[in-house]
């Protein structure tokens, strides 16, 4: 029964593996507080999928597996009742050396069974063990594999991704408006200025990347590397697609404050107040504001605020509980969102209408190769980062030092 237990240990291993899977994305999606994105309902979809095809096939071997114990157990009982007494042991064992001695002196006084024992153990034997037989002993591999991956977007998410419309595109913005006027006295022109609209153009980019695996690593894998590709592939899209998303934003950004080294909170929350005004002044309170910075910046500005909450605090403190990459904790109301797409050092104050997002998920795509009994598996998407207005996006810099 030793190649059923395997079969069923590796299904069960399986489908705790997807499900822990399936358990994680949710998890991710209900930390940011939003819906599953169409790629992680995908691969949702996909897990559940596996799991059940995996229930299928589990339910018909663990049934074998108990009519094949109630008959071991059947047989073990019929041995039994067949049995003769008076076998003779076949190893003997003594809990103590003290026991050892009061066997050996009778033994020395003549008494039979004494003897037996003492020469069941002390006779050489051969001891087994595990070196000796190699190749009975099956290798186990407990999943879930281990990565250490964040394939969140916290900077895409904090804008919302908005659906791609085609390749190359364009966004109206009024260049000129047009003006309203004291007029001077009776009868005298009022002030007049044509409207302007411009336009600004953008062009979608494509991102993606492809594996080709052979059918044997898909057959013989376990945990299956086929899902684990995909996975991967999915997670490596999303990392790279919000290093962009950073490196646009930050690029555009205005200069603004300085911080001094070793800031007090007052230092931090004045410095941002400062860039609100900038980017009020560049936005006119269109959209809403948050804080957005590199990880590092979290030990610049993290310590100022305990989450203790006392009545006079600048915020409402950040929590270890919430680490990792998305919303922190807040600074003077503001929401600080945190994202490894940014260079070392890079602190933003921006208005949420101050940049877009735009992006066409494709996903997975596959073709088999029958030649070489290979699957080509690739994934992709269009995406398009859009600075609005630069002036809407304040950088504050730190100063190097103690």
């Given at each position: 029964?030793?190649?059923?237990?395997?079969?069923?240990?590796?299904?069960?291993?399986?489908?705790?593996?997807?499900?822990?899977?399936?358990?994680?994305?949710?998890?991710?999606?209900?930390?940011?507080?939003?819906?599953?994105?169409?790629?992680?309902?995908?691969?949702?979809?996909?897990?559940?999928?596996?799991?059940?095809?995996?229930?299928?096939?589990?339910?018909?071997?663990?049934?074998?597996?108990?009519?094949?114990?109630?008959?071991?157990?059947?047989?073990?009982?019929?041995?039994?009742?067949?049995?003769?007494?008076?076998?003779?042991?076949?190893?003997?064992?003594?809990?103590?050396?003290?026991?050892?001695?009061?066997?050996?002196?009778?033994?020395?006084?003549?008494?039979?069974?004494?003897?037996?024992?003492?020469?069941?153990?002390?006779?050489?034997?051969?001891?087994?063990?595990?070196?000796?037989?190699?190749?009975?002993?099956?290798?186990?591999?407990?999943?879930?594999?281990?990565?250490?991956?964040?394939?969140?977007?916290?900077?895409?998410?904090?804008?919302?991704?908005?659906?791609?419309?085609?390749?190359?595109?364009?966004?109206?913005?009024?260049?000129?408006?047009?003006?309203?006027?004291?007029?001077t006295a009776e009868k005298t022109e009022l002030p007049s200025r044509k409207l302007i609209i411009g336009k600004i153009p953008v062009t979608?980019?494509?991102?993606?990347?492809?594996?080709?695996?052979?059918?044997?690593?898909?057959?013989?894998?376990?945990?299956?590397?086929?899902?684990?590709?995909?996975?991967?592939?999915?997670?490596?899209?999303?990392?790279?697609?919000?290093?962009?998303?950073?490196?646009?934003?930050?690029?555009?950004?205005?200069?603004?404050?300085?911080?001094?080294?070793?800031?007090?909170?007052?230092?931090?929350?004045?410095?941002?107040?400062?860039?609100?005004?900038?980017?009020?002044?560049?936005?006119?309170?269109?959209?809403?504001?948050?804080?957005?910075?590199?990880?590092?910046?979290?030990?610049?500005?993290?310590?100022?605020?305990?989450?203790?909450?006392?009545?006079?605090?600048?915020?409402?403190?950040?929590?270890?509980?919430?680490?990792?990459?998305?919303?922190?904790?807040?600074?003077?109301?503001?929401?600080?969102?945190?994202?490894?797409?940014?260079?070392?050092?890079?602190?933003?104050?921006?208005?949420?209408?101050?940049?877009?997002?735009?992006?066409?998920?494709?996903?997975?795509?596959?073709?088999?190769?029958?030649?070489?009994?290979?699957?080509?598996?690739?994934?992709?998407?269009?995406?398009?980062?859009?600075?609005?207005?630069?002036?809407?996006?304040?950088?504050?810099?730190?100063?190097a030092g103690p």
């Amino acid at each position: 029964m030793r190649n059923t237990d395997q079969l069923l240990t590796r299904l069960v291993a399986e489908i705790e593996e997807k499900q822990q899977f399936i358990d994680g994305i949710v998890e991710d999606a209900e930390k940011d507080g939003r819906d599953l994105s169409s790629q992680e309902m995908e691969l949702v979809t996909r897990s559940r999928d596996r799991m059940s095809e995996l229930n299928q096939q589990l339910e018909p071997v663990k049934e074998s597996r108990r009519i094949g114990l109630e008959s071991s157990r059947m047989l073990a009982e019929i041995a039994a009742t067949l049995g003769g007494d008076g076998e003779r042991p076949r190893q003997a064992e003594y809990r103590s050396a003290g026991a050892w001695i009061v066997d050996y002196w009778r033994a020395g006084v003549g008494q039979t069974d004494a003897r037996e024992r003492l020469e069941l153990f002390m006779r050489a034997a051969a001891h087994q063990t595990t070196p000796d037989n190699p190749g009975l002993l099956p290798e186990q591999i407990l999943g879930p594999v281990l990565q250490f991956v964040d394939q969140a977007r916290p900077m895409i998410n904090a804008l919302g991704a908005r659906q791609l419309p085609s390749g190359s595109w364009s966004r109206p913005r009024i260049t000129q408006h047009t003006q309203v006027g004291q007029q001077t006295a009776e009868k005298t022109e009022l002030p007049s200025r044509k409207l302007i609209i411009g336009k600004i153009p953008v062009t979608a980019e494509t991102w993606g990347g492809y594996v080709n695996v052979s059918r044997q690593n898909i057959d013989w894998t376990q945990p299956a590397v086929f899902d684990i590709v995909v996975n991967d592939l999915a997670a490596q899209y999303a990392i790279e697609t919000e290093n962009a998303a950073a490196d646009t934003f930050a690029a555009a950004a205005t200069a603004g404050p300085t911080l001094p080294a070793g800031p007090s909170g007052e230092q931090v929350a004045a410095a941002v107040w400062t860039a609100v005004g900038q980017v009020y002044a560049a936005m006119q309170g269109v959209g809403g504001v948050l804080i957005a910075c590199s990880p590092d910046m979290l030990g610049l500005i993290g310590p100022l605020f305990a989450p203790v909450n006392p009545q006079n605090a600048f915020g409402s403190g950040f929590n270890a509980a919430n680490f990792g990459q998305g919303a922190m904790g807040a600074v003077a109301g503001i929401s600080v969102v945190v994202s490894a797409g940014f260079a070392t050092g890079t602190i933003l104050v921006m208005s949420t209408a101050a940049a877009e997002v735009y992006e066409d998920r494709i996903g997975s795509l596959q073709v088999i190769e029958p030649s070489v009994l290979g699957v080509q598996v690739a994934y992709a998407g269009y995406a398009a980062f859009l600075v609005i207005e630069p002036t809407g996006i304040v950088r504050i810099s730190p100063t190097a030092g103690p």
